[in-house]
């Protein structure tokens, strides 16, 4: 009789952001498949677990998992689990459930913590639906085809960033998605958790020092570019910007971010019609 595979999700920031049930997998398969055994050993430690543990990461796999299968068909029970979250995901994962998959071996999924879903309803965007991309990619060549896709892509899209790269990428995002909407989250469900909220040219100016591994969420496009709402001459767009002002209490810099969302403009052209329409009156 074939053993099975669990594919356990683990945190992904707070240690407590795990299951009662994962916890009862780690202690009873007869070894734990690791990404990253050290960051695994505290987890384990933290929670008096002592399953032995080996390690499968995407430097390894090629020869792990021909190693990982046989011990299951053996009978063996395994838990694979990744740094942080649901293997599987943005891991090698994959390859060994559908190497499990190919064999006939069972798969058990135990559900939990995903940076993904955490970022994403975080985020005030429509869950549905919605594109993962993963990590942005290293290469120029494949950095240009996927800004082209995230472009593309009127619903949510969500994708991965390390800290080191955040700032560039965030100002290589502007350049695609103009004033498309972005949230940013950090340190997702540790002390310091954050998500900002803006463009990607405003999030990279306010990204000074960028620590932790970063979700970002790229709102849907907006109505405006969706049906192609035109940007009112200046007169009129004179009288929606007094309504926001005067009316319901923006600031001047907040009414034109509010008008250059809503018709999917630059905030400068916005500003340069309420110019013309000032001038004309003067």
């Not at 985020?123 to 085809?145: C, E, I």
């Not at 082209?148 to 991965?160: C, D, G, L, Y």
């Not at 990428?169 to 540790?190: F, S």
């Not at 001459?233 to 319901?248: A, H, I, N, P, Y």
């Amino acid at each position: 009789m074939t053993g099975t595979l669990h594919v356990v999700a683990t945190p992904i920031g707070n240690l407590e952001d795990i299951t009662l049930r994962a916890l009862r997998v780690l202690r009873e398969v007869d070894v734990i498949a690791a990404e990253d055994t050290r960051r695994t050993a505290k987890l384990l430690s933290h929670h008096g677990i002592s399953t032995p543990t080996v390690s499968f990461h995407e430097h390894n796999a090629h020869t792990r998992i021909p190693q990982l299968i046989s011990r299951l068909t053996r009978g063996e029970s395994i838990a694979v689990v990744s740094d942080a979250g649901t293997p599987g995901v943005a891991d090698p994962g994959l390859d060994l459930v559908q190497a499990c998959i190919n064999g006939g071996i069972p798969v058990d999924p135990v559900p939990g913590a995903s940076a993904l879903l955490t970022a994403l309803v975080a985020s005030g965007f429509p869950a549905a639906p919605v594109k993962f991309l993963g990590f942005v990619p290293n290469r120029v060549k494949d950095r240009t085809v996927f800004w082209s896709t995230v472009s593309a892509e009127k619903s949510t899209v969500v994708f991965f960033e390390a800290p080191h790269r955040i700032q560039p990428t965030l100002r290589e995002a502007a350049g695609y998605l103009g004033i498309r909407l972005l949230c940013v989250g950090r340190e997702l469900t540790k002390m310091h958790q954050e998500f900002l909220r803006g463009t990607a040219g405003e999030l990279a100016e306010r990204l000074n020092e960028p620590r932790g591994e970063f979700t970002i969420v790229v709102g849907p496009v907006s109505p405006a570019a969706e049906i192609g709402l035109e940007l009112p001459e200046s007169d009129g767009l004179s009288v929606e910007f007094r309504q926001l002002t005067k009316t319901e209490g923006f600031s001047r810099r907040e009414a034109i971010t509010q008008l250059a969302r809503k018709y999917d403009r630059s905030s400068r052209e916005v500003y340069a019609r309420l110019e013309a329409a000032k001038n004309r009156v003067s």
